[in-house]
């Protein structure tokens, strides 16, 4: 098992240009999370799906927007990246929503110039 | 106050001492309790998971959970340098289900 895939690794983008940070499961579990770590500012939740066919807001939604494509994957799309939004993508799952352990992808690593 | 505070700067032990890691929480009613290690240039790994008052033991890593007084710690016994890392506490919020996470403790393991 892979566990919690993203792609891509490194991206480098300009302000004003789109891109999409993909992510996926294995671990057949039901919920899904964008997570974005900041130096001085931990991790902080942008969305999550509770399960297939739900998205809701984090603490740090602007700016994003979200995707489940189906139980395994969890898209997160960037319409007009802003210098703002450079930081390391963190992607998790759970089996559910409330008390259960999140397992982390390996991250991707955005610089917006 | 924070929702979760972690306020040791970097700990430095030596190798096979006990680190001790010391978290706060806010929220009264929470019940779900994590440490998670990250290396550099890593992401976060889940080390242990704590629901119940008192120790949770797994191999070097003990978990402590006073839910009275608001708060969790690690201890890391035998300390080795691969545990060189920082740890986070987090807690799952009472009121909207959130994983909060703590800025992290540096720990530095000196052979």
């Known amino acids: 098992n892979a566990g919690v895939t993203q792609t891509p690794k490194f991206q480098v983008l300009k302000t004003g240009q789109s891109m999409t940070l993909q992510c996926a499961q294995d671990m057949n579990h039901n919920s899904m999370y964008w997570y974005r770590q900041d130096p001085g500012m931990g991790l902080r939740l942008i969305y999550y799906s509770a399960s297939e066919g739900t998205t809701d807001k984090g603490e740090v939604p602007n700016g994003y927007n979200v995707s489940r494509l189906n139980k395994r994957e969890f898209s997160l799309r960037l319409e007009s990246a802003a210098p703002s939004q450079t930081s390391v993508y963190f992607c998790a799952s759970s089996l559910s929503g409330g008390g259960y352990e999140q397992y982390f992808g390996p991250g991707t690593r955005l610089t917006v110039t | 106050q924070k929702e979760v505070e972690q306020n040791s700067g970097p700990l430095s032990v030596p190798e096979g001492a006990i680190a001790s890691l010391n978290c706060t929480y806010s929220d009264r009613g929470s019940q779900s309790f994590f440490w998670y290690r990250q290396y550099s240039g890593k992401s976060p790994e889940l080390i242990m998971s704590?629901?119940?008052?008192g120790d949770k033991e797994d191999g070097r890593f003990t978990a402590q959970l006073n839910k009275a007084s608001q708060y969790v710690s690690l201890l890391i016994r035998d300390s080795q340098p691969s545990d060189s890392a920082t740890y986070l506490c987090?807690?799952?919020?009472?009121?909207?289900?959130?994983?909060?996470f703590g800025k992290g403790n540096q720990v530095v393991v000196i052979p």
């Open positions: 704590i629901y119940s008052n």
């Open positions: 987090a807690v799952i919020l009472y009121g909207n289900n959130r994983l909060a």
